[in-house]
């Protein structure tokens, strides 16, 4: 698990968690856990992932 840093409702405190990353029914990625103080559950969305086609590749270009 890695730790991310998120807002706990119910502490109305940011705090950090050991969380896991899921994907949500939507097709965004967040970090789920809970607070180490209260035991609320916790989210934090996450960025999109990057991902580069396998079939793509950057050119430099040529200089002759």
Known sequence: ???YEGYCVKCREKREF???EVELANGRRAA?????VCGT???????KAKVQPAGVRRCIPCTT
Request: overall charge positive.
């Open 32 to 36: 789920q856990g809970s607070c180490p």
């Open 1 to 3: 698990m890695a730790n």
């Open 41 to 47: 559950k916790m989210n934090r969305i996450l960025g």
């Open 18 to 20: 050991d969380g896991q």
